[in-house]
């Protein structure tokens, strides 16, 4: 909270932000931004609710209000809040930055850029909006612009912990993991009660570099009273690693179970409604766009579940040369999303009346937000794995695009989500919750896979690693693509991976480590869970 402080004196002062409330709402609106920095997203919607229309639609409140729109998925709603915001406050910096956070999270990079350039701009000397373009201009491969960005962040503010991480993230995802391990490590060392994502990203290296000493580090950082809810979630995901590595598994399965525990209240999941969402995506086919679709066939979609070898997919495909990796993007969700809510219509009901011409201007949107993914090369991939809920809308917009469905063994799946510290995967604390989400991915995907066998195919993880001299020629031409050797050397193709799967694509194609025996004594309600659909 104090540099949020420091960064609204920058932007323009506490009086000047809450300028024309009365001091009861400007109360409200202070306890909302303690409670947003401390991710307590159910307290800073109570403070914002209790206040009046009109007072809501002050630009600071839009600011609140959009920040955690976002950080509850409703993109669209958190866009429209902030956009109205910077319309009424033009000179806010903090403002642009919040909007272009949202535009990134939907994909939109162009918007985004625009929004950053803007909030850099009007607070040259606000450490936040810097950071914030830094992470951007990594995203859309501007390495030279985004080391640029963060040593601005740092010559502004030497400590600021979120420039010091995106420095490690990017020697990680660059494959320097020595140089990744001690920058991770200077900042558990500086700031440990702010290191939560520190360690976790020590967990993501290959191998793993966790000895006793840290396993003490983390376990004291975890008694320190005072920091924020994620940073113990992600230090007891971090802690469950390094005792995994060191055979201590019934307190590696302790430290899971805290972190699922915390993490569980602030992402409640309904795996009813979910499942009701996926059984009407799949009965409503959607009409297909009109056109013979010839522009589309630049896409290719990697459906899974998460820990399901859907990064080393990726990998393989962008070792062809004429396949861009696009990562995991939220783009296709939000864009269906807003079609949906701008129809005031929720998905299926939207989905089952949209026509032709609906799904052509969709499938435009998706090429024109996609086209500096692809730069030069003819093809790119799009592997958010939760797009398997969408395969019939992406049949629908993209009419020569292909989807490939990525299956695992589905106890080895979702024990993997469960060791996994993700920031939007709810559905991941229970096991009732997981296994409930593997059957609907399971049904969903075998009923595309049935309908549509000349655009949708499934491949088994296993074999992948067990055969890839069969398995990747065949995909190739799934694709429409011919064989190129690199593909099974994927390995040795240099590219920048924001996975916590990165370390394990820069080995050899090799068979899966398996886990689920290990943990035997505690996953058996997971198996008979997944058993029971």
């Given amino acids: 909270m104090a540099q949020q402080a420091a960064d609204a004196a920058r932007a323009g002062g506490a009086f000047e932000r809450y300028a024309g409330l009365d001091a009861p709402a400007v109360a409200r609106a202070q306890r909302a931004a303690v409670a947003l920095g401390s991710h307590r997203l159910d307290e800073a ?210 430290a899971l179970s805290r972190a699922h525990a915390l993490a569980q209240r602030d992402e409640p999941w309904d795996a009813t409604a979910f499942s009701n969402l996926a059984a009407a995506l799949r009965a409503t086919p959607p009409a297909h766009a009109s056109g013979d679709g010839a522009a589309s066939a630049e896409a290719i979609f990697i459906v899974s579940l998460p820990r399901s070898g859907s990064t080393l997919l990726e990998q393989i495909l962008a070792s062809q040369s004429a396949v861009a990796a696009g990562g995991e993007t939220p783009l296709l969700r939000q864009l269906l999303l807003d079609a949906a809510a701008g129809a005031r219509r929720d998905l299926a009901a939207w989905q089952a009346n949209a026509g032709a011409a609906d799904w052509q201007a969709l499938g435009e949107r998706y090429r024109a937000q996609t086209r500096p993914w692809r730069g030069t090369r003819a093809l790119c991939t799009d592997k958010m794995p939760g797009n398997w809920l969408f395969i019939g809308a992406i049949l629908a917009m993209l009419p020569r695009a292909r989807v490939i469905v990525l299956r695992r063994d589905p106890l080895e799946t979702t024990l993997g989500c469960y060791r996994t510290y993700f920031t939007s995967q709810a559905y991941a604390h229970a096991f009732e919750d997981l296994a409930a989400y593997w059957r609907d991915f399971d049904r969903t995907t075998r009923y595309w896979c049935a309908q549509a066998p000349q655009r949708v195919c499934a491949i088994d993880y296993e074999t992948l690693v067990d055969a890839p001299q069969h398995t990747i020629p065949a995909l190739l031409e799934f694709c429409g693509l011919p064989f190129e050797a690199a593909c099974l050397t994927p390995h040795t193709t240099v590219r920048r991976i924001d996975t916590p799967s990165a370390g394990q694509v820069r080995q050899p194609i090799h068979a899966p480590v398996r886990r689920a025996h290990a943990y035997a004594p505690w996953i058996e309600p997971l198996r008979q869970a997944l058993a029971g659909g």
């Fill in 45 to 254: 919607e109570r403070e914002l609710a209790a206040l009046a229309p009109t007072t809501l639609r002050h630009p600071e409140m839009l600011r609140l209000l959009g920040t955690v729109r976002l950080l509850r998925g409703r993109c669209g709603d958190a866009i429209a809040a902030l956009t109205v915001g910077c319309a009424l406050r033009p000179h806010d910096p903090l403002l642009f930055a919040a909007l272009g956070g949202a535009h990134e999270r939907v994909g939109d990079y162009s918007a985004a850029l625009e929004a950053s350039a803007r909030a850099c701009a009007l607070g040259p000397d606000i450490a936040a909006c810097w950071s914030n373009r830094a992470r951007l201009l990594r995203a859309v491969g501007d390495r030279a612009g985004s080391a640029e960005a963060l040593a601005r962040v740092l010559a502004l503010e030497p400590g600021h912990v979120n420039a010091q991480l995106q420095c490690a993230d990017a020697l990680q995802a660059e494959g320097r993991h020595a140089e990744a391990a001690a920058a991770y490590r200077d900042v558990a060392r500086r700031h440990p009660d702010r290191a939560g994502l520190a360690w976790w990203g020590l967990a993501c290296l290959r191998p793993l570099p966790f000895d006793g000493t840290d396993i003490d580090a983390m376990r004291a950082a975890l008694a320190r009273p005072g920091a924020g809810r994620q940073h113990y979630v992600a230090i007891n995901f971090a802690l469950a690693h390094a005792l995994e590595q060191h055979g201590d598994m019934a307190a590696a399965w302790t």
